[in-house]
């Protein structure tokens, strides 16, 4: 059962989070408002955005915003955890990488480095997959169910935002094609 004050401070955080995260307009700023904003409720000692690029199995860009790891593992993408994420729309949790058994290439990584507990969100939209959230714990500390369901809240909010801001660069980018072609046009009618 969730006590009314803590569901209220909850959904408080999602309507700052989506407040603070719609003004961003590159992918590092809402990665850093997201990981400062969970910072405030949930541990958590890495932050991260994987977008992949539309109907591709490429990633287009990775952000972190807590705690970089320094190296990203050298696997093919079917390997990662965060695919199965993305292709399943169902968050993907890791109570403990040292009992983890799903992806045997990566778990040597998260040991390596030092990863205990992880969870990925999907980022979805109803008209696209863009990748996926992930939050990592350097210690075995496995996320809760509640925190799971929060954090899958989260993740459509982010979601959106981010789909909003790829929307506007596009569309920045088409009115600049657009902008240069009526100066064209000018100059050949002009001359």
């Excluded at 969970?38 to 199995?57: M, P």
């Excluded at 979805?124 to 996926?132: A, D, F, N």
């Excluded at 979601?159 to 929307?167: C, E, M, T, V």
């Amino acid at each position: 059962m969730i006590s009314p004050e803590r569901d209220t401070h909850r959904y408080e955080t999602v309507v700052r989070i989506s407040e603070a995260i719609a003004a961003c307009r590159e992918p590092e700023e809402p990665a850093r408002t997201l990981a400062d904003e969970i910072g405030k409720f949930l541990q958590l000692d890495h932050l991260y955005f994987i977008v992949l690029k539309e109907n591709s199995k490429e990633i287009e860009y990775l952000v972190w915003g807590k705690g970089p790891i320094p190296c990203w593992p050298d696997l093919p993408i079917e390997e990662l955890p965060m695919w199965e994420t993305a292709r399943s729309r169902d968050p993907l949790h890791t109570p403990d990488w040292d009992t983890e058994e799903r992806f045997p290439r990566f778990k040597e990584w998260a040991k390596k480095i030092g990863l205990g507990s992880g969870v990925r969100i999907p980022l979805t939209t109803p008209h696209r997959r863009l990748g996926v959230f992930g939050l990592n714990r350097d210690t075995v500390n496995p996320f809760s169910e509640e925190e799971i369901s929060f954090l899958g809240l989260i993740g459509r909010v982010v979601a959106f935002a981010l789909d909003d801001g790829f929307n506007f660069r596009r569309a920045q980018h088409q009115n600049d094609q657009l902008q240069l072609l009526l100066d064209l046009t000018n100059r050949i009618t002009s001359n």
